[in-house]
Structures are given as C-alpha cells and as structure tokens.
C-alpha cells in the first residue's frame, strides 16, 4: 500500500455572510448555572437568551456536535405579584393601605373599589374572562380552585392589564362582594443578561416545575425544563454577532491520500468537529485546491468563516 506524507496548507479566505443569523455559542463543559453565567458574561455577553420562536430554533441548530442533553441557558426565577401568564403587573389598582401582605402563599381578590392581597387559602367568589366577557361566579372557593373554574369554563381569571380593564370589572361586580383576580405572588421567570421577563416560553409539556430556580434546553427536541440550579450541564452563550475574517493556517501531516473526496470530507468534518469543540460554531469551511508544490505533495486552501 502506498502511504505518503501530505503537508497541507490551509488559509483562510472568509467573506463575511450577511444572512449569518446565528450569535448563539455552545460551551461543552459541564458548569453550573452560575459558573456558566460568569464564563459567558466574561467571554461573551451572557447566558443566551430566547426572545422569540425563531431564536430557540436558532439555537438548537447551533452546532453542538453530538450533544443532545440539557443545557443551560440564561432563564432563571424570580418571586413577586405575576398575573398568571407570568407577567408581572405594569398597573395596579391596589386599596388604600395595600397590599398589607406580599409573598408566596399571598393572592388578590377585588371589591369594586380596589384591590387586597390575602391567603391564596381564603374562600371567596371569582371572576373569569372568556376572551369577550367578565363573567362573576359568587361560589366562594380558594384562588387556586377559582383558577380550576375558570380553566374548565374555558376561561381564565380575570387579568386587570389596564383600568379600562378594571372598569370593566367594577361594572360586573356587586357592592361588597369579593372576587378573585388572576394575580398571586409567584415566580416570575426572566433573563439573566438584560433582566427581562419572559414572554415567549417553550416549556416541555408538565414543566415549569418552580421549585428549581434555573431553566436548561433539551438540544434534542429544543423544550426547556426546569433544574436545580447547581446541576452541571454545559450551557449556550450569546453575543452580539459581528463578522469577522479570521485567516488560519496549519499543517496536517497524514497518510491519506487526499486527493481522494471522501478522505477530503472526512478530513473537513474532523476540522469542523475540533473547532465546535473550541467553541467555535459559526463557520463554513471549503476546499480550493492549489497547483503541487515543490517540497509538498500539496497545497490546498480553506475557507474559514468565524
Ligand atoms: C458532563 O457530565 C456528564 C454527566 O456526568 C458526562 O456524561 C459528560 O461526559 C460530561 N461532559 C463533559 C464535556 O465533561
Ligand atoms: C432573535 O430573533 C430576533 C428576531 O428574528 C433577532 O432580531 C435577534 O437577533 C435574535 N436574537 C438572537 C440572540 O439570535
Ligand atoms: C361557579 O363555580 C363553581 C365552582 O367551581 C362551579 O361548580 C359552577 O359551575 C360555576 N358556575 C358557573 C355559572 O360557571
Ligand atoms: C374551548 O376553546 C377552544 C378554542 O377556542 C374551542 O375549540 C373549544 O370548543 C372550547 N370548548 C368549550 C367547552 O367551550
């Protein structure tokens, strides 16, 4: 068998991609959440962060070689009033003096005043929206139960985004009669690097679980669960993307023939492969072949894309 020694030279010629979406970077070490938001925050911008639909596509498309586990990205938990969407209130219309009480276990009924925090426990009326109508049920069960209710009505409790909204409340609710609202002191989940709640979420069916404060993705199938925030899983960064030419070279002594195109692909993946091991994952590599040189079998040239 003829085995001969190949000194490639590979130089990188990059034309910087416009439709380049991706800024996202995978980091396959196994850290914690908080170890993970400090080695983002120092070499990137932070954790990723998933704003809309076509980010956490994005993401899970961001080579990662093999890796279809759970990883850290930058959602984590918080606790204060959140509607039950999730959203913390923007507008409140609590009564004088209020709320009295804050924290877990603590819920908002209305009169048509205004509005009390009290035991999520207490049993009063409720209110539902069925997407056109306020509709007061006056049975008194817990805010959870009321919560139940109005899911089976095909409803939910009643938000009060706004004061028209609480107007429109007030006109459907009797003097002195106590109804649930669809506000409690909860856990809100937010982005790490810029503090912003969550709007667009993709939980795996049956999650979020709050007892565990930290949100990983399943590069799998791109759902995300809730974990302890001190398992260690490797993690997904974010950085503004800038285009960048970078130029390489290297030498790559081996006994394939390379002008054999599956050697050649084999060669291309294994490149691919140790860069995305580097963490490095936004690139397109490309032979050109070059004439043979005097002291080499041959020259060819990449093109690198970082
Ligand atoms: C991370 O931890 C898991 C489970 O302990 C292990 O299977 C995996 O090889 C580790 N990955 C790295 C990059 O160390
Ligand atoms: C998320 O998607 C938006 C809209 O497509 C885009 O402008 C933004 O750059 C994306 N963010 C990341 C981190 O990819
Ligand atoms: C009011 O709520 C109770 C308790 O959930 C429920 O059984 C009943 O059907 C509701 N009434 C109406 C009119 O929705
Ligand atoms: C609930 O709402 C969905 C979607 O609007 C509708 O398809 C369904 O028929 C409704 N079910 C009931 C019991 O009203």
Request: net charge negative; aromatic share 14%; glycine share 6%.
């Amino acid at each position: 068998m003829d085995v001969f020694l190949v000194l490639l030279l590979l130089s990188a010629f990059c034309v910087p991609t416009a439709s380049f979406p991706n800024i996202y970077y995978f980091v396959n070490e196994n850290m914690t959440w908080d170890e993970a938001n400090a080695y983002c925050i120092k070499e990137y911008l932070g954790l990723a962060q998933i704003t809309y639909p076509e980010n956490n596509t994005a993401l899970v498309n961001t080579p990662a070689g093999v890796y279809t586990g759970k990883a850290w990205i930058g959602l984590h938990i918080d606790v204060g009033w959140a509607w039950l969407d999730g959203r913390p209130p923007t507008y409140y219309s609590w009564s004088p003096g209020q709320p009295l009480n804050t924290g877990p276990g603590y819920c908002v009924f209305t009169n048509y005043r205004g509005w009390y925090s009290v035991k999520c426990t207490e049993m009063l009326g409720f209110i539902c929206f069925d997407g056109s109508d306020y509709i007061v049920n006056n049975t008194y069960v817990t805010w959870n139960e009321a919560k139940i209710s109005c899911k089976n009505k095909n409803s939910t409790l009643a938000q009060i985004l706004d004061v028209e909204t609480f107007d429109k409340v007030r006109r459907v609710v009797d003097k002195e009669k106590e109804i649930w609202i669809g506000l409690s002191f909860s856990p809100v989940w937010f982005w790490s690097e810029t503090q912003q709640i969550s709007t667009f979420m993709n939980w795996k069916t049956g999650q979020p679980n709050n007892e565990f404060h930290c949100a990983a993705i399943l590069v799998g199938d791109g759902t995300w669960t809730t974990e302890p925030c001190i398992k260690q899983y490797p993690f997904f960064c974010y950085a503004v993307y800038k285009s960048k030419k970078t130029v390489v070279s290297m030498n790559i002594q081996t006994d394939v023939d390379l002008e054999n195109p599956d050697n050649q692909a084999a060669l291309m993946q294994q490149l691919q492969a140790t860069l995305a091991k580097q963490g490095v994952t936004d690139f397109k590599v490309t032979w050109t072949k070059q004439p043979v040189q005097k002291s080499r079998k041959k020259l060819d040239d990449a093109c690198l894309n970082v």
